[in-house]
């Protein structure tokens, strides 16, 4: 698909399609920078005072550790790549382990104090009732909850002023009364020493920042256990892999504690979790070239025009999905089976119809389930509902994998190339934690008519995760184990 040249309102701007040519643009990422779209995002969305904007603009030096060739901007000035870096360094590696922890326990905390019980309860909104429990437990890991966003934070970036920020904490403590996370400490500090960074700006930086790794992945959470409510053949699967994923359960509790570890690399709900953000995902990705014209195969993209790329599109592109052997699962349905491949099958699957490539040994990641499972090998009882005569190894054996392969620049939820999301690991282990401990915890009867497919509301085109149009009502009661 060749370029096309778009007016938007006062600009001109160019639209990349195709997994091909997003490839290109991502192997050329250094010559480009996505500050055009960020900059669109703090004018039109955060309310980024106007004294600010040109100091968001004049770093040109990218977010990479190395600035970008040609760059001026003193290091201290480096806003785009030192507010980006906290992210990074405190979503990834052990940093992750030990906030994922936190967030189990804190939402775990949460559902056993929600007033709900055996009885059944009218819901009028499921998207309601999952945003309500899980996005109060995020925000209390990063920082102390309040109600109107920019005034709150401001106010609470005032309130620091009288303490020392530089306080080093315990990192299994990771957050501070004051303070919040690790992640606003280290942002704040560095913000601290930026002459432009006044409590406005700060303040929309931060609401930024909240806004991107809370609220996408709590939509999504709820795209997430929608699927799964909606097809009843697919719940006892769910029901085996609570089992296999749990660690052990508290004598007080009916809640099992779950492996992220095992979570995260089980192939059925990896591929729920693929599937969720190729449907429900829409983002906008902006590049622009900023030193000068952007060669791309034989066009030639002015300096400064901004270059977009719509995982929508890709997402929803037909020649480029697999759709299963007869065309029955096309782009626009939800199949959990779609980024599956299995090694003994004549058609083995796979999300792609480019060669799949060499995914983890099953047995390496069974092992590093078992050493888990070790410590405390409590099992949970059975659940109500649970079909003792499935094939429990299904989606479980050897034989059956999860994967992206041959997907680079056709599955793109969190963008990509240097600015790919940093937040995407953080996403994943919360969005499987929160579907898994909210479907543990509560049976869930949709009121939705028969045939009744959900829609997403196409108004928040380009902005992350969409949330559904109209309400989904449920029934919802305690689970029970028997």
Known sequence: MNPLRLALFTEEAILVAGAHNIRLIWRNSQWLTAKAGHMIGLVTILDTPKRSHEFYRSDNSGIRKTPLPHSDVLSEHRVWHLTHQPITDCLSGSNLDAFTESFQNALRRRIERCPIGDDWLEVSHLYDFVYTEVIHVQLELLLEPRNDCLASIRNWHEALKIHDPNRLIDKRELQDVRFG??????????????????????????????????????????????????????????????????????????LPYFSPTHLNTSPLLQSIYAETLRLRVSVMIVQSAEFAPFKFKEWIFPKDMLILISSRIAHMDPQAWNRGPNGEHPVEKFWAERFLVWSDAKDNGGPSREPAEAAEPHQKIAAR???????????????????????????????????????????????????ICPGRHFAKSNMLLASMLLFSAFEISLDAGQGWEPEVDLRYYGLGVLPPTGKVPCRIRRRKWI
């Open 369 to 419: 389930n078992n050493k888990e499972r070790a410590t405390n090998p409590e099992r949970p009882d059975v659940a109500r509902g649970t079909n003792h005569d499935l094939d429990a190894n299904r989606y479980s054996s050897p034989q059956c994998r999860f994967t992206t392969a041959g997907l680079t620049g056709t599955w793109i939820p969190y963008g990509g190339g240097p600015g």
């Open 181 to 254: 996370n690790e992640i606003m400490r280290s942002r704040r500090r560095i913000m601290a020493n930026m002459d432009a960074m006044d409590e406005d700006t700060a303040a929309s930086a931060d609401l930024g920042m909240l806004w991107a790794l809370n609220a996408n992945p709590v939509t999504a959470t709820f795209w997430f256990l929608l699927e799964i409510l909606r097809d009843p053949a697919l719940q006892p699967y769910i029901h085996n892999e609570i089992t296999n994923a749990t660690i052990s359960k508290s004598a007080n509790s009916t």
